[in-house]
């Protein structure tokens, strides 16, 4: 019996296209980086050409993802979390505890995380493609979002497009949960590309909190 090949994505082409200006980067120069011709990733993005599996690997790690991003066969209980056994991380450095809760599979936009924010922690100001949903689950932050600034308690929630510079902060002395949904590619090909990240800023010693790994 032949082997059920691996499920690529059908819209691969536009895919790769979408990711690639995504970054910035030039048709020449994801082929430069992905050592292709700049005729053969055209008709790729195009849909008039399909990679081998080698050469998606090289176009994917050019674009700073993993080959599962395109290629994948997962099942529906591939993505299912379950809280007593879903683990928590860190960034070196840093002190934010996240617990992921997306899935990845080919043609899969989201990313989803919990995110544990320690008391006095403040995050820089940024601005990106896409959009984002928060809801808090527990504790209260301060979010502004270009000119205006919000108060957030348990239960209030915000959806906002990245592109309007928006930064966070918990002023308050317990550490805050919320559900955080996004279209910004965080976590890809085993690298971090980009977490919601909170910074400290002067926070006492007595309220660090700490996350576990």
């Known amino acids: 019996m032949a082997r059920p090949k691996p499920q690529t994505d059908p819209n691969l082409g536009s895919r790769i296209r ?13 082929c430069d980086m992905a050592g292709l011709s700049a005729g053969f990733l055209s008709q790729v993005e195009r849909g008039l050409a399909t990679p081998s599996l080698g050469t998606l690997a090289q ?21 299912l979390t379950r809280a007593s056994e879903r683990r928590q991380f860190s960034i070196e450095g ?3 505890g ?5 899935a990845s599979f080919p043609g899969a936009e989201l990313s ?7 008391p006095g922690y403040v995050s820089e100001t940024v601005s990106h493609e896409g959009e984002e949903i928060i809801f808090l689950l527990e504790g209260e932050i301060v ?21 309007t ?21 965080v976590l890809k090909g085993r690298e971090v590309e980009r977490l919601p990240e909170l910074i400290p800023e ?3 010693e007595g309220l660090r909190a700490t996350s576990d790994t």
């Open 18 to 30: 979408k990711r690639r200006k995504q970054m910035g980067l030039t048709l020449q120069q994801l």
């Open 59 to 79: 176009i994917a790690q050019g674009l700073g993802l993993g080959i599962e991003h395109f290629v994948g066969g997962t099942r529906p209980s591939d993505a």
């Open 94 to 96: 840093s002190q934010m």
């Open 98 to 102: 996240y617990e992921p809760l997306g």
């Open 112 to 118: 989803s995380y919990l995110l544990h924010i320690p």
């Open 143 to 163: 979010k502004t979002l270009g000119a205006e600034t919000f108060v957030l308690r348990e239960g209030d929630s915000l959806h906002f497009s990245g592109t």
């Open 165 to 185: 510079p928006h930064s966070w902060a918990n002023q308050t002395d317990t550490t805050a949960r919320l559900l955080w949904t996004g279209t910004l590619p």
């Open 202 to 204: 002067m926070i006492p």
